[in-house]
């Protein structure tokens, strides 16, 4: 049977560095594949090639068993090819039609006395109704009228996805698409790849998540450093023997074997009637009272958007609280910089990467000692030590393992779990006394997950505090020895792990108080 499309031989290199080593697969129309591989094996570059954003340095790219020359993503659409990024690229102040229109504008034309002026007027009505037509035959769950800022980050996925329907794309490739989104958002977003399956689409799928592999997809493409070492079909596989063949080891999840609440009784953190607002008069966090003892993690779960974001800004210093108080070991550092937060041994590892974690035009090297340069081993008398700096990254490149094509790379060279993992290694090595660690493993791949996650239990046996905020409702459970929950800016209760269920929070991030014995749940309003 002939592909929808295929590679045979594709090389890329970036100077002596091959990310991809002659791939050669075969995808089938109408079928979903999965490309799964550890961060750094070449995933996003091979799709960067369909997408004609990188130019092979050899071999050839087959749509319908033609070869095609691919060299922007104008000429990739025009060939059917369509890609929806991990970071969207839309316009906030634009509605929802307009950004899917942008490019392909609809115009009219007007009259002025008798001469006739075509092109410059956008027909607004036109446009919203073809959108709405896409909308509707593709079943999603979008207003055209809607302005983009204010709208979720599913439905701005959404719009990214339609944008390439409208323009007729019949290949969809997804890097890492669900990464960003809630749970439910997800059942949403696999709900709609076998709607578009059933439109005959064929879907491509960067994903470092097995269970969706397993879910939906109908082959398995797994890379290894650059070459393609194993394609499947997923009904003959199961997520331990794919995990298994992407790591080259049996990868098994860190638990805390050990959850108790009591364990410790000093404080080390604590939260006091925190409370602050998006703007004046909206409060996003509601008198916030939570307390981290030595060698405990403390969990906050909760569906995304519901105030998380905003209290790790306010305990780390981005945005200021209206009200309370943040102690640290008895210490008041309420409002206080970022720089001084730090100064207090407190390790942040935030949401965000690119904008807040990373300088992504700056060297590895420079990432590693961000804010801690003064260090004495560093810094000497007025200079920078570039020898023990230079020496410790080396170390820490190899400690962590964060796999680069060059040692002098800038991070904007770096594949995304491998940034992630530069603010890993450069927040553990501070040996922080408390961490804050925000969304610690997204885009991460199982085996560094497994890393990530041991260094988190490292840190609790050494008795240090983790404040651990997570999307991932697996990662909460299995290293939390309390889970807190947010719900429309509040805690709305916290349960100690080792007694709660996956049921249990699931109430709670929904907003529903569960009845339970007394003690068990701390916060009840
Ligand atoms: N522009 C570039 N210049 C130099 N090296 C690059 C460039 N882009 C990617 N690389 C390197 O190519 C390799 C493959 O990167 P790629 O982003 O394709 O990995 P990936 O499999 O998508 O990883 P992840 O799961 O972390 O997203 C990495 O070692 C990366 O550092």
Redesign the pocket.
């Known amino acids: 049977m002939m592909s929808k499309i295929e590679t045979v031989n594709l090389v890329k290199k ?2 002596e ?1 091959i ?1 991809n080593d002659h791939i050669s697969m075969k995808i089938q129309e109408g079928e979903i594949t999965a490309i799964v ?10 799709m960067n090639m369909l997408y004609g954003l990188l130019e092979p340095t050899s071999g050839k790219i087959l749509i319908d068993g033609k070869e095609v020359v691919l060299k922007s993503p104008v000429d990739a659409i025009a060939h059917g090819i369509g890609m929806v990024h991990q970071h969207f690229k839309l316009v906030p102040s634009l509605t929802v039609y307009e950004n899917i229109m942008l490019g392909t504008e609809i115009t009219k034309s007007i009259k002025i006395g008798d001469k006739k002026l075509k092109g410059f007027f956008i027909n607004e009505k036109k446009e919203k109704e073809e959108v709405q037509k896409v909308i509707d035959f593709y079943k999603f769950d979008l207003d055209p009228d809607d302005v983009v800022k204010n709208i979720s980050i599913g439905a701005k996925q959404r719009i990214e996805i339609l944008k390439m329907l409208y323009r007729n794309v019949d290949i969809l490739i997804f890097d ?1 698409p669900t990464a960003v989104l809630t749970p439910q958002e997800v059942d949403e977003l696999l709900e709609s790849f076998r709607e578009l399956k059933k439109q005959g689409k064929t879907i491509i799928l ?1 994903t ?1 998540k097995l269970r969706e592999v397993m879910e939906i997809s109908d082959q398995v493409i797994i ?1 290894k450093q650059g070459k393609l070492i194993n394609t499947m079909r997923t009904k003959d596989t199961n997520a331990q023997d794919i995990a298994t063949s992407m790591v080259g080891r049996e990868v098994v999840a860190s638990i805390n074997t050990d959850k108790d609440a009591s364990k410790n009784s000093r404080v080390i953190y604590e939260l006091k009637d925190i409370s602050t607002e998006s703007s004046p008069g909206v409060k996003c966090l509601k008198k916030i009272n939570l307390t981290i003892k030595a060698g405990e993690i403390l969990g906050i779960a909760g569906v995304e958007g519901n105030g998380q974001s905003e209290l790790v800004k306010v305990i780390t210093g981005l945005m200021e609280s209206t009200e309370g108080a943040i102690l640290l070991n008895g210490l008041d550092i309420t409002n206080t910089w970022p720089k001084e937060i730090r100064a207090c041994g407190i390790g942040i590892i935030p949401e965000d990467r690119y904008a807040q974690g990373l300088c992504v035009d700056m060297s590895l090297d420079d990432n590693f000692i961000a804010g801690q340069y003064k260090d004495k081993d560093y810094f000497n008398r007025g200079f920078l030590n570039f020898k023990e700096i230079e020496k410790k990254s080396s170390e820490l490149i190899n400690k962590y393992d964060i ?4 040692r002098k ?1 800038n991070v904007s ?6 940034a992630q993992k530069i603010i890993i290694a450069r927040e553990f090595e501070s040996n922080p006394s408390l961490l804050i660690a925000s969304q610690p493993t997204r ?1 991460v ?1 199982i085996g560094s997950i497994e890393f990530i996650h041991g260094k988190i239990l490292e840190l609790r046996a050494k008795d240090k505090g983790i404040l651990l905020i997570s999307s991932e409702l697996t990662e909460i459970m299995n290293l939390s020895d309390r889970i807190a929950v947010m719900y429309k800016g509040e805690i709305i209760g916290i349960v100690n792990a080792k007694d709660t269920s996956m049921s249990e929070l699931g109430l709670l991030m929904a907003g529903i108080r569960v009845n339970r014995p007394e003690g068990v749940v701390e916060v009840d309003g």
């Open positions: 970036f100077g560095f990310a591989g550890e961060n750094g094996a070449g995933k996003t570059t091979l890492e960067i470092h890379i796999r680069i094509s060059q790379s060279s770096l594949s995304g779990g491998n885009g791949d």
